[in-house]
């Protein structure tokens, strides 16, 4: 593959071709209406042009509408919003007389959220072993939202950089209003934040946190013990002991000084802990201070005002993300392990490998024109990498026609619901 | 009453139903509006006695008990005995009665219901009031209903809530026993299972079992379903009210309804009207000495950082402003601080308006009332910001810390933990109070305004003692 590096500056030049050429908008158009004609006027689409010119409450008529739009406008980022009450104009009428209606539920977990337990980068980077920290994240939310809410559809994209999105869009879910959204939303937050010791406190083991203790144990040792090294020098220990009440922590620091490294000092904090426990100096809101300290490190850190509301924006997949020149895609939470964030194609490669499959083409295109056969002219998009992440998309498309088909039979009683 | 005859196109003039058809159940979803005809001073009476029930239900925490608990409970059950409120302590009772004093009370608890709503639809701060009351007030009642009290309410509002089966309970015995916060008996619980989406309050900390969409609650949680249905019908009620309220209002009841809300302000604290300013110099001093430990903290914020975000310039400035300090004074006073990191261009464009809108110069030129400790302990602080009250808001720990700082001993500072461990913010600020000044405080802490008068009042006494 003939990878050529991507260059910011290069951008605004890349985007009318990424647009025309790969970008999904017939897909992409058919989920923010759900199929509805009705819909698609009502549904809020922002745009942000080159030079960060922000254009909210754009609406579109149709999907041709909304294809012409991205072929004229070329936006940096796309951003999407709720779906109204009323119909939106697309120039600058007030927010105040609009009402927002249906949304899907929206998650938004960024690697710097993490940047007080990870080590081994800061700010914007992302490497293998803090990618980790995305895979548990997915994996206890995935499960939590399907069990424990019980929701089907849910699409995860790579944000393009060092984070990922979560988009439930069930119709059950996308009509709850800002109390039931941040029901879930708290809910699903354990860490608290501000001038507090112990970041995260249980009282009782609740069934949801049990499941993600599963998960977090999978990884604990190898992923925060080991490759996090999150014991491993005197600081960091420093940060360990500072969310154990300082009743406790110089009984656990003796111990864990001893010995050297991040796994042998867990271990010592762990068997500090029982010893105490047996000898009964342990309080009894105390008795999950191992689990507590397993969820400071791992739990999903979620920013919560994002899924807070029902009209919050957040960007569209398929964007380009203007840093990493990355493609922001879908990917599938049983797979996310193999996910690689390095792998994802930035959009100077998707075009250049147009351009290799079409050489490559014309050429057997020749061969076959001497054969008399007529050519099938093949979606861009099908050249290129993108084709799975696409794949992937109108998977869940699927998945929401089907539920959707669903919610009508049961509706018009031709299926027995049980 | 008569206020709902324009719904009706015919008037017939029907006898009224039996009291025990009309009025079965002490508690009421009050879902359809009164038809009896009442006297005007009767409509009266019933209204003020509402408004004193909900007033003493809104005091009852403020005194120092935990919302929702069982001395809080008492309290309010104590301070309707003491306000002749018979009727309404009868209701707290829970034995949905017979007698003839049982019906009379159910019925003047929904008129009054009625009529109220009628005096609180008329502003959003009105109906948000007015509906935090009735919902406690509700779930005092319903709380008290045995288990046959709240089958019967169940079925005359024709809820459909069964518990699940012997069967499913068994088999989800262990996320049952794991995951729901406070059971003790299993075995003699029963679960409900109802959508996830009217329990918020549960499922926001993870106080019941979850699965598919449905929460798994104990009957005694079962109120908060209740409640949360309840919550709905009223708001959309009094939305409804709102927005024909010019309906009802007539000469005789229009004057006595619109300017309800300030009939009866019970025992809350009242800033005092006019008193000595005070010399901006003496503020450090002063907020060392007199200032609780809200506004303390705001003040060492303020002078270390020279800056407030809005929230805590409201507060603190309308604390200020109550305790004396002069509008010249106090531009003065922001002023020196904010320019230490910004320039006075900026200090005048963004903040002076809100100075001079605290002191009621610009804007409506209303007179802000400084923010009582209720306020403050319910105000929501965000990142970076100062305003709230250190007991509630910040961690237990930090608290001991700082009061120990602040020349209390660890004896005392313990005390004052539990205090707080228990929810009880404004007795641990008494007990601060105590602790520092050496000297109780009878009725415990409301207001900031009130902790800096008292403390002055002490220094000024004992001054006083020595000439
Ligand atoms: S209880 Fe009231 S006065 Fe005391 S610190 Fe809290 S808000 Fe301030
Ligand atoms: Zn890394």
Redesign the interface.
């Known amino acids: 593959m003939s990878a050529s590096l991507y260059n910011e500056d290069s951008l605004p030049d890349l985007l009318p071709i990424y647009y025309k050429r790969l970008f999904p908008h017939t897909a992409l158009h058919k989920w923010l209406c759900y199929g509805d004609p009705n819909v698609s006027n009502r549904r809020e689409i922002s745009f942000t042009l080159v030079g960060d010119i922000y254009l909210r409450y754009q609406s579109f008529e149709n999907a041709e509408d909304f294809a012409q739009a991205l072929h004229k406008r070329f936006p940096v980022k796309i951003d999407i919003g709720a779906i109204y009450k009323q119909r939106l104009e697309s120039s600058g009428s007030y927010s105040s007389s609009k009402t927002p209606v249906e949304r899907e539920i929206v998650f938004d977990i960024d690697m710097t959220d993490y940047d007080d337990v990870r080590t081994c980068c800061t700010g914007a980077g992302v490497c293998p072993k803090c990618w980790k920290f995305m895979v548990i994240a997915c994996k206890i939310l995935d499960g939590a939202l399907r069990?424990?809410?019980?929701?089907e559809n849910i699409l995860w994209v790579f944000s393009g950089r060092r984070g990922i999105h979560c988009w439930v869009a069930d119709k059950?879910a996308r009509i709850?209003d800002d109390?039931?959204r941040?029901?879930?939303a708290?809910?699903l937050t354990l860490l608290r934040?501000?001038?507090?010791?112990r970041k995260v406190k249980f009282?009782?083991?609740?069934?949801?946190?049990?499941r993600a203790l599963k998960v977090i144990d999978e990884y604990f040792e190898k992923s925060i013990l080991v490759e996090q090294d999150i014991l491993g020098t005197y600081e960091r220990l420093d940060a360990f002991l500072g969310n154990i009440?300082?009743g406790f922590s110089p009984l656990f620091r003796d111990a864990m000084t001893k010995v050297q490294t991040s796994v042998e000092r867990w271990k010592a904090f762990v068997n500090t802990f029982q010893t105490l426990q047996r000898e009964q100096k342990i309080p009894k809101h105390y008795r999950y201070m191992v689990e507590e300290m397993k969820f400071y490190y791992a739990y999903p850190r979620l920013d919560i005002n994002v899924t807070k509301s029902l009209n919050h924006l957040l960007k569209a997949p398929f964007c380009i993300h203007p840093k990493s020149g990355k493609v922001s895609v879908p990917f599938k939470p049983k797979f996310i392990e193999h996910f690689d964030p390095d792998a994802v194609p930035t959009v100077s490669q998707l075009l250049d490998e147009i351009n290799t499959y079409d050489a490559k083409t014309k050429a057997q295109e020749k061969d076959l024109a001497e054969n008399s056969q007529t050519s099938v002219k093949i979606k861009d998009y099908k050249k290129t990498s993108l084709l799975k992440y696409v794949t992937i998309f109108c998977e869940f498309l699927r998945g929401l026609q089907a539920s959707a088909a669903r919610n009508r039979a049961i509706k018009n009683g031709t299926v027995m619901e049980y | 009453m008569d206020f709902t005859s324009y719904r009706r196109t015919v008037r017939k003039a029907i006898a009224e139903e039996p009291l025990s058809e009309l009025y079965p159940h002490d508690v009421s979803m009050y879902r359809e509006s009164p038809k009896s005809e009442i006297s005007i001073l009767e409509f009266e009476q019933i209204a003020l006695d509402r408004l004193k029930l909900l007033r003493i239900i809104e005091q009852a925490a403020p005194k120092g008990n935990r919302l929702y608990s069982d001395q809080w409970k008492t309290c309010i059950k104590d301070d309707l005995a003491k306000a002749g409120l018979k009727k309404y302590v009868r209701l707290m009772g829970g034995t949905s009665g017979t007698s003839d004093l049982d019906y009379q009370a159910r019925k003047a608890d929904y008129l009054s219901h009625f009529i109220l709503r009628l005096a609180y639809c008329r502003s959003e701060q009105l109906r948000r009031w007015f509906l935090s009351r009735e919902l406690e007030w509700f779930w005092i009642r319903f709380t008290a209903q045995s288990r046959e009290g709240v089958k019967n309410f169940l079925r005359l509002y024709k809820f459909s809530y069964t518990p699940i089966s012997e069967e499913e309970k068994v088999s989800l015995r262990h996320?049952l026993e794991?995951?729901t916060?406070g059971l003790i008996l299993f075995e003699e619980t029963e679960f409900f299972k109802v959508p996830?989406?009217e329990v918020?309050?549960l499922?926001?900390?993870?106080k019941v079992?979850?699965?598919?969409?449905?929460a798994y609650i104990p009957s005694s949680e079962l109120v908060v379903c209740i409640q949360s249905k309840f919550r709905a019908e009223l708001s959309e009620e009094l939305t409804w009210y709102s927005h024909r309220i010019h309906l009802f209002d007539d000469e005789r009841i229009g004057p006595l309804l619109s300017n309800f809300h300030n009939l009866h302000t019970g025992q809350n604290y009242r800033v005092r009207e006019n008193h000595e300013s005070v010399d901006p110099a003496d503020l450090d001093a002063y907020a060392k000495k007199h200032f609780p430990l809200c506004m303390k903290h705001m003040h060492e914020v303020l002078r270390s950082e020279h800056h407030h975000k809005h929230q805590g310039r409201l507060t603190y400035g309308l604390f200020l402003k109550a305790i004396g300090l002069l509008y010249e004074d106090a531009l003065k006073f922001w002023r020196d601080e904010f320019t230490k990191k910004m320039d006075l261009n900026q200090f005048e464009k963004g903040y002076v308006y809100n100075i001079k809108h605290m002191y009621g110069l610009v804007g409506k030129r209303a007179s802000y009332s400084p923010y009582s400790c209720v306020k403050i302990i319910t105000s929501s602080v965000g990142?970076g910001e100062h305003h709230g009250c250190p007991f509630k808001?910040?961690?237990v720990?930090?608290v001991k810390q700082k009061v120990i700082e602040c020349g209390v001993s660890v004896d005392g500072a313990n005390e004052i933990k539990q205090l707080v461990s228990d929810g009880h913010y404004q007795l641990a600020c008494g007990k601060y109070f105590e602790y520092t000044h050496g000297k109780a405080l009878g009725n415990g802490i409301n207001h900031p305004n009130q902790y800096f008068e008292e403390s002055m009042n002490i220094e000024k006494g004992a001054s006083g003692n020595k000439k």
């Open positions: 069990e424990d809410f019980g929701f059950k709850l109390n039931q941040s029901a879930i708290e809910y934040g501000g001038l507090v010791v009282f009782n083991m609740h069934a949801a946190t049990e009440d300082e | 996320e794991a995951s916060a996830f989406t918020c309050s499922v926001r900390g993870r079992f979850l699965k598919a969409g449905f990142p808001h910040w961690d720990n930090l």
